[in-house]
């Protein structure tokens, strides 16, 4: 398996709810960042976390880092159609300047 | 997306064509970037350049080759390509800060849909 995978692949949720998504990963980090891309456009930075940060939010969006886990989730509450897209988390590889990307969940968000 | 553009947007091309893709960046960024991304595959790094310098060669064929003449400007050309080559190719760049602190945030053109006959 590769060093980023997001968990679920799809979600389908009606406009207004909450969406969650979850990136595991193998090999220390020093961040994690979470990008979002609409339909075969370029990838849109969200957010960005630090492996000593639990926590962080920016607008609708909650991300949260469990470093003894290797796992990350994205909460995007109130959700709105424009949110549908498919969003990745990357994580660099040993420290390195680059990332790898996981595969990426589609959500849909039913108006 | 006005901060990394790439052209074209699309392009299709036989098996024995020679093309290019270009990218601009108009951030300041001294980090370039080349990514592959087909369907139902995650995104593959090919290949990163810092400060002009080609740093990381994923493997990449030879039949993808990079150029960068200046922190600004990315290249990618292509020669005869296989259909499997037909993806979508994304341009990054970023601010590499030269310290520990990990992998900076990317910047991504809209990308260029390379169809190969």
């Known amino acids: 398996s590769q060093q980023g995978e997001e968990d679920p692949q799809a979600l389908s949720i009606q406009e207004g709810e909450n969406a969650t998504m979850n990136c595991s990963y193998k090999?220390?980090?020093?961040?994690l960042q979470w990008y979002r891309q609409n339909s075969g456009r370029g990838l849109v930075h969200l957010i960005l976390i630090r492996s000593n940060e639990r926590e962080k939010h920016s607008g609708r969006l909650r991300v949260t880092l469990d470093t003894s886990k290797k796992s990350s989730s994205l909460l995007i509450t109130a959700s709105r159609a424009a949110d549908t897209a498919s969003y990745f988390c990357a994580t660099d590889v040993n420290y390195g300047q680059n990332f790898v990307f996981g595969p990426g969940t589609r959500l849909s968000v039913l108006p | 997306e006005t901060g990394v553009t790439q052209t074209p947007r699309h392009l299709v091309m036989g098996m024995t064509n020679k093309k290019s893709l270009k990218c601009e960046q108009h951030?300041?960024?001294?980090?370039m970037y080349w990514y592959k991304q087909s369907a139902k595959k995650p995104l593959e790094l090919m290949f990163v350049?810092?400060?002009?310098?080609?740093?990381e060669n994923n493997s990449v064929p030879s039949r993808f080759s990079p150029e960068c003449p200046n922190s600004s400007h990315l290249f990618l050309h292509l020669h005869t390509l296989q259909p499997e080559d037909s993806a979508l190719y994304l341009c990054?760049?970023?601010?590499?800060?030269?310290?520990?602190?990990?992998?900076?945030?990317?910047?991504f053109g809209p990308g260029t849909r390379l169809t190969v006959l």
């Open positions: 090999t220390s980090i020093n961040n």
């Open positions: 350049y810092n400060f002009k310098e080609q740093t």
């Open positions: 990054a760049s970023s601010q590499v800060s030269g310290g520990f602190g990990g992998a900076d945030t990317q910047y």
């Open positions: 951030l300041g960024h001294n980090a």
